[in-house]
């Protein structure tokens, strides 16, 4: 597989991995680079195997840098949701029409980051829903069949943790936690379905030394980023993904 790949499919690996650790710094909207970056060079359902392995190392690296500032509340409280939304996406794959639940998917997403953006400008509104039950149940299961089907489940997240107000630092830690177990969970899975082999983990160390460095880039300008402009770059990069998952741009 690695005697196959072009010169320019070379690049977009290299970005794309860069990209996971920029993502695993506290930008997720931009997880959908490396997701469009990957199925470019091997196609939607055989990029899931190559990414899952460098998302794991990114999370490894996210939780040695921001690890310390997790708030365990909100982990115990996704965590069941999304492991059965796994579950969910798991009996999907071979049943999904992709271009459909990209649609029904990236609409939600949108729909959500239009109501945080307005929550923003008027914090009274819809104050009392993000510490409902059933709102990190329904945030929980969408982003772990994302997660499952796409690898694409950082803006669901991002968009839970922004609402419940967590500071910048703690809503990057609690999200490093949290994919680090989930994506764990997912190996298994992925490997059942046939996704994983030698061949996409061979691909996965060779571009792995890339996923620290975008991390720490990430990590520099998060520190520079006031933490209002920073959840407006989060809404606006969420915005982006999902836009990219209608098909929109």
């Keep these: ?12 690996l290299i970005i794309g991995a860069m990209g996971i650790g920029v993502s695993k710094s506290g930008f997720p909207g931009i997880s959908m680079l490396h997701v469009v970056l990957y199925a470019f060079v091997f196609g939607a359902l055989e990029s899931t195997g190559v990414l899952l392995p460098m998302l794991v190392v990114g999370d490894v690296c996210a939780i040695r840098f921001f690890g310390r500032e997790a708030n365990w509340k909100h982990v115990r409280r996704l965590l069941p949701p999304t492991v059965a939304g ?15 639940f990209k649609l029904i998917v990236g609409g939600i997403i949108l729909a959500l980051t239009g109501v945080q953006l307005t929550r923003t400008f008027r914090p ?3 104050d009392s829903v993000p510490h409902q039950t059933w709102f990190a149940v329904v945030l929980g299961l969408l982003a772990g069949v994302t997660t499952m089907l796409a690898n694409a489940a950082g803006p669901v997240v991002a968009l839970y943790l922004l609402a419940v107000a967590l500071p910048k630092w703690e809503l990057i830690g609690t999200s490093a936690w949290l994919f680090l177990v989930l994506n764990i969970l997912k190996l298994p899975l992925s490997f059942q379905l046939g996704l994983i082999s030698w061949n996409t983990l061979l691909i996965g160390a060779v571009m792995a030394p890339a996923i620290p460095l975008g991390m720490l880039g990430g990590r520099w300008l998060v520190g520079r980023v006031p933490q209002k402009w920073f959840n407006l770059i989060l809404l606006g990069f969420t915005a982006i993904a999902s836009l990219r998952l209608i098909g929109w741009i």
Excluded at 1 to 12: F, G, Q, Y
Excluded at 86 to 100: E, K, N, P, S, T
């Design 1 to 12: 597989m690695l005697t196959s790949i072009t010169p320019d499919h070379w690049a977009c």
């Design 86 to 100: 796994i579950l969910i996406g798991w009996l999907m794959m071979d049943r999904l029409d992709a271009g459909q």
């Design 124 to 126: 009274g509104w819809f």
